[in-house]
Nanobody, 116 residues
Framework: QVQLVESGGGLVQAGGSLRLSCAAS????????MNWYRQPPGKQRELVAG???????NYADSVKGRFTISRDNTKNSVYLQMNSLKPEDTASYYC??????????WGQGTQVTVSS
């Protein structure tokens, strides 16, 4: 079992920045990748960014150049630095962990609202 707790969401004006954090506990040594997903109102959940245990990263085209995912293994945490935010980035953001055993775990989500 892996438990994930997100923090850092909020309300920001367009062009502003936010940093999301996700702390993992439990069987964290089984985690092979951690990801950030988001779900805008009335839309499906989508992958925003991911980072592997080896540090490899991937991003959705819509956030490339604006968002940066990183991880601190000493703190069992993953971060999403979001710059140049746009109203279309408004969504509930979820931390996700994929394990070597094929299980996937989710945090409770944190709301990001970008005003125009």
């Amino acid at each position: 079992q892996v438990q994930l707790v997100e923090s850092g969401g909020g309300l920001v004006q367009a062009g502003g920045s936010l940093r999301l954090s996700c702390a993992a506990s439990g069987s964290r040594y089984s985690i092979k990748a951690m990801n950030w997903y988001r779900q805008p109102p009335g839309k499906q959940r989508e992958l925003v960014a991911g980072i592997t245990s080896g540090g490899g990263t991937n991003y959705a085209d819509s956030v490339k150049g604006r968002f940066t995912i990183s991880r601190d293994n000493t703190k069992n945490s993953v971060y999403l630095q979001m710059n140049s935010l746009k109203p279309e980035d408004t969504a509930s953001y979820y931390c996700n962990a994929d394990t070597v055993w094929g299980y996937s775990y989710w945090g409770q989500g944190t709301q990001v609202t970008v005003s125009s």
